[in-house]
Each structure stands twice: as structure tokens, then as C-alpha cells.
């Protein structure tokens, strides 16, 4: 099993409900950032989602962090915590400042 910052690496992760053209293309994350989530996002989401169990003090660190919603201490778990806090909310800016005819 290989691991990515000590999670184990299950398959490339792309979220295509909440951006559509990657994480990269989007502005929201550093091209450092969207490698993190592109390679370990679904492991990570698994986990949140308690639908695997951790299997090393990296991920039960990750998946304690989830349950109690506390604040991230590590890289990923902030890198997490921003992942959730754009995908739950997306705001919508109208550029059509105009009336309706």
C-alpha cells in the first residue's frame, strides 16, 4: 500500500460537482494544494465519512480531527477544512447588473 502524507493512496479524487475543470483551474487552491487533494482527496473523504477505518496514527489523527470538527493541525487536515468549507457553501456573483426588459 502506498502512502501519500501518510495516508494510503486509493485512487485519483476529483470532485466534478463542485469543480468541474479541477482543482487547480479553479484559483481556490495552490497547484501544491490540488496534487494533495487529486491524490489523496478520496482516502481522506473516506475517512471523514467513516466508511474505512485509519490504519496508522496519521489518519486516526485526520479522522479524530473529523469527528470532534476541531480546528486542523496538520497541512492536510487544513488543507482538508478548506476543501469542506468551499464545497459546502459556493457563493454566486451575478455580473447582470441590469433590469429585465
Known amino acids: 500500500m502506498p502512502l501519500v502524507h501518510g495516508f494510503i493512496f486509493e485512487n485519483k479524487f476529483y470532485d466534478d460537482t463542485h469543480f468541474p ?4 483551474k479553479t484559483g481556490d487552491f495552490t497547484i501544491a494544494e490540488a496534487e494533495i487533494l487529486t491524490d489523496i ?23 479524530q480531527m473529523c469527528k470532534e470538527q476541531s480546528e486542523g493541525q496538520t497541512r492536510i487536515e487544513l488543507l482538508w477544512q478548506k476543501y ?15 433590469r429585465a426588459a
Open 21 to 24: 475543470h479541477g482543482f487547480g
Open 41 to 63: 482527496g478520496r482516502r481522506l473523504h473516506m475517512l471523514e465519512q467513516e466508511v474505512c477505518t485509519p490504519t496508522n496514527e496519521v489518519e486516526k489523527q485526520f479522522s
Open 84 to 98: 469542506r468549507r468551499l464545497t459546502v457553501y459556493k457563493p454566486f456573483h451575478n455580473l447582470n447588473g441590469g
